[in-house]
């Protein structure tokens, strides 16, 4: 029905173990917050490009892989893509 909100925002069940929405969101918007945390007090702080794409990659190579979510970088836009991986493998 327009205008309803599901209680789930595109995970099933089956995904989050029947964990509430905002449990099953936490890392990842967490990581969110951190990586905008980062880059605001960086420029606040003058920092040049260098250290904001240094963040950029410790999320892509640090942050999302322990999330389950394998970034990669492409040449042609939209520049990257993820896939959604067992965090064993990719760490």
Not at 45 to 51: L, Q, S, V, W
């Amino acid at each position: 029905m327009l205008g309803m909100v599901p209680d789930e925002i595109g995970f099933s069940s089956a995904l989050t173990g029947g964990a509430s929405t905002e449990e099953t969101l936490r890392p990842y918007l967490d990581a969110l917050r951190d990586f905008r945390h980062e880059v605001r007090t960086t420029m606040r702080a003058g920092g040049d490009k260098g250290a904001v794409l240094g963040a950029c990659d410790r999320v892509r190579d640090e942050v999302l892989p322990s999330l389950g979510v394998r970034l990669e970088d492409l040449s042609d836009p939209p520049s990257s893509r993820w896939k959604l991986e067992d965090p064993k493998v990719l760490l």
